[in-house]
């Protein structure tokens, strides 16, 4: 039996507004509100545990270093209030149905188990892609501020902390917020854009580049794609945190209980990335022939 997709009348105030127009506006309110509200919650957290502001400029990096509770929680607002409000906000004034508009809907185990099987099989072709990746030439000052960046991810990843914290905004506050805004609100907007296929391109290579990471912006980009891929071909949202949370709980773990340079690309042999790819095709294949194609 052929399922459909219900159909989103776009009868919020902006719904007959051009989808790119929307789109646009849409990525520029979301990202800058981002920034500005996390950057700036960062800075209450930091002067309510008694950092001054002359601290704060003269090491910013050092300052961010021995206080990282207080950057992942004012990342974590940032992500709520710059992603995750912005796009319930505009999704209702999309449609009147915002939470079927973002793909709000309860999802079956075996929809979620083949999502992350296929996420698990994908990570060794990822790591490969992100070695390729770095080696693609950067400008000098692209690579000097993402050094500044690794260093930053790497005294938090091998920082000591309470595990069950970190899970929650390393994890479970980005899964929710930005899965909310780039495969909720963007992914959906791009649809009507594009069209199905370019949006779940477009949905992903933009999520590659949002992390601000140009040397790790490909493999970035193919999981993003997946998880819009995910988010389409299931029809929920859940299918898309579910995964983005597994990915990046397993780098907590890694960091936690891993060996070596948590912030490092670990690189698996050839034939781990073959057996991989062939796992992550057939969970694809079950995934995709659970249902017909959707209008």
């Given at each position: 039996?052929v399922?459909?997709?219900?159909l989103?009348?776009?009868?919020?105030?902006?719904?007959?507004?051009?989808a790119w127009?929307?789109?646009?506006?849409?990525?520029?309110?979301?990202?800058?509100?981002?920034?500005?509200?996390?950057?700036?919650?960062?800075?209450?957290?930091?002067?309510?545990?008694g950092?001054?502001?002359?601290?704060?400029?003269?090491?910013?990096?050092?300052?961010?270093?021995?206080?990282?509770?207080a950057?992942?929680?004012?990342?974590?607002?940032?992500?709520?209030?710059?992603?995750?409000?912005?796009a319930?906000?505009?999704?209702?004034l999309?449609?009147?149905?915002?939470?079927t508009y973002?793909?709000?809907?309860?999802?079956?185990?075996?929809?979620?188990?083949?999502?992350?099987?296929?996420?698990?099989?994908?990570?060794?072709?990822?790591?490969?892609?992100?070695?390729?990746?770095e080696?693609?030439?950067?400008?000098?000052?692209?690579?000097?501020l993402?050094?500044?960046q690794?260093?930053?991810?790497?005294?938090?990843?091998?920082?000591?902390?309470?595990?069950?914290?970190?899970?929650?905004?390393?994890?479970?506050?980005?899964?929710?917020?930005?899965?909310?805004?780039?495969?909720g609100?963007?992914?959906?907007?791009?649809e009507?854009?594009m069209?199905?296929?370019?949006?779940?391109?477009?949905s992903?290579?933009i999520?590659?580049?949002?992390?601000?990471?140009?040397?790790?912006?490909?493999?970035?980009?193919?999981?993003?794609i997946?998880?819009?891929w995910?988010?389409?071909?299931t029809?929920?949202l859940?299918v898309?945190?579910a995964v983005?949370?597994?990915?990046?709980?397993?780098?907590?773990?890694?960091?936690e209980?891993?060996?070596?340079?948590?912030?490092?690309?670990?690189?698996?042999?050839?034939?781990?990335?073959?057996i991989?790819?062939a796992?992550?095709?057939?969970?694809?294949?079950?995934?995709?022939?659970?249902r017909?194609m959707?209008?």
């Amino acid at each position: 039996m052929v399922q459909h997709e219900p159909l989103i009348s776009f009868d919020g105030p902006i719904g007959r507004w051009p989808a790119w127009v929307v789109l646009s506006l849409g990525l520029l309110g979301g990202l800058v509100t981002y920034l500005l509200v996390g950057n700036l919650a960062v800075v209450v957290w930091l002067l309510l545990e008694g950092v001054t502001l002359s601290e704060l400029l003269a090491d910013p990096a050092g300052t961010m270093a021995a206080n990282i509770g207080a950057l992942l929680g004012g990342n974590a607002i940032g992500l709520g209030l710059g992603l995750g409000v912005i796009a319930l906000v505009l999704a209702r004034l999309d449609t009147s149905v915002p939470l079927t508009y973002l793909r709000m809907r309860p999802v079956g185990l075996r929809d979620v188990s083949l999502a992350l099987l296929g996420l698990v099989a994908l990570l060794p072709a990822v790591s490969w892609l992100g070695k390729l990746n770095e080696l693609l030439p950067m400008p000098e000052f692209i690579r000097s501020l993402e050094a500044e960046q690794m260093q930053i991810i790497e005294w938090i990843l091998s920082g000591e902390g309470n595990i069950a914290l970190n899970l929650v905004l390393i994890a479970a506050a980005p899964a929710f917020f930005e899965e909310v805004f780039f495969r909720g609100f963007v992914l959906r907007r791009a649809e009507r854009s594009m069209g199905i296929a370019w949006g779940i391109i477009f949905s992903g290579v933009i999520f590659g580049i949002f992390h601000l990471r140009l040397t790790q912006a490909l493999p970035l980009s193919v999981l993003g794609i997946y998880m819009a891929w995910c988010a389409w071909r299931t029809r929920s949202l859940w299918v898309p945190v579910a995964v983005h949370f597994l990915n990046n709980a397993l780098a907590v773990a890694v960091a936690e209980w891993g060996v070596g340079d948590s912030a490092e690309i670990v690189t698996l042999p050839w034939p781990w990335v073959i057996i991989g790819c062939a796992v992550f095709a057939v969970s694809v294949r079950l995934l995709h022939t659970k249902r017909r194609m959707y209008v």
